[in-house]
Structures are given as structure tokens and as C-alpha cells.
């Protein structure tokens, strides 16, 4: 079992950056895909973004390429997520996620991943 807890979000405004953390517990961190993926309000979960078990592999959901990086540090068994230029658009739950494997079935789809946070909340305001 893997336990992931987000910290982070908050209310910031358009421009501005913002970094979230997951920090994860139990389970073999150093071979799971990563992910961070996120769910505004009255629409679906969206991938945002996807990291290997080695940190070698990476992968984004095309608005926020260039904008956001996703990183990860398996000694302190920890992935972040840095949001630069942040968008009103990016307003949403941001939900951390674990799959089972080095590299996930599929990057883009919830089904891939086994674990997954409680969320933290990312408003920005325009």
C-alpha cells in the first residue's frame, strides 16, 4: 500500500508560480510512475502530467507544456509539481498518483494508476 499526501496549493494569481509536493509512504517508490493530474470544478480528471520510476521518462498534457515541470526526489520519496505562468485555467484539485510500475499502461488515463492523494487546491485568480 502507498499512501501519497499533497501539499502546497493555494490561491495565487495569473502569472505567478506555485510548487506542490507529494510525499509518499509504504510501497517501492523507486519503481513507480508518477503522476499529477486534476479536476476543476463540474468537469472530468485530467492528466497533467507524468514522470518514470527512474525520472528518465516525462510526459504533459499539452496546455501546460513549457509552463509546468514535474520532478522527483526518491530519496525523500517525493514528486513536485513547479507551476509557472499559472492560468486561471489551471484552477482546479491537484491530485497526486502512483502506478504499480516503472512506467504506467498508459500515462493519460486514471486507470493507470493504483494510488492516489487527497488532493490540494490550486485557485488563480485573473
Known amino acids: 500500500q502507498v499512501y501519497l499526501v499533497e501539499s502546497g496549493g493555494g490561491l495565487v494569481q495569473a502569472g505567478a508560480s506555485l510548487k506542490l509536493s507529494c510525499t509518499a509512504s509504504?510501497?517501492?517508490?523507486?519503481?513507480?510512475?508518477m503522476a499529477w493530474f486534476r479536476q476543476a470544478p463540474g468537469k472530468a480528471r485530467e492528466f497533467v502530467a507524468g514522470?518514470?520510476?527512474?525520472?528518465?521518462?516525462?510526459m504533459y498534457e499539452e496546455s501546460v507544456k513549457g509552463r509546468f515541470t514535474i520532478s522527483r526526489d526518491n530519496a525523500e520519496r517525493r514528486v513536485y509539481l513547479q507551476m509557472n505562468t499559472v492560468k486561471p485555467e489551471d484552477t482546479a484539485v491537484y491530485y497526486c498518483?502512483?502506478?504499480?510500475?516503472?512506467?504506467?499502461?498508459?500515462?493519460?488515463?486514471?486507470?493507470?494508476?493504483?494510488?492516489w492523494g487527497q488532493g490540494t487546491q490550486v485557485t488563480v485568480s485573473a
Open positions: 498518483a502512483a502506478a504499480k510500475s516503472p512506467y504506467p499502461e498508459t500515462w493519460f488515463t486514471s486507470r493507470a494508476y493504483t494510488y
Open positions: 509504504g510501497g517501492s517508490f523507486n519503481t513507480s510512475a
Open positions: 514522470l518514470s520510476g527512474s525520472g528518465g521518462g516525462t
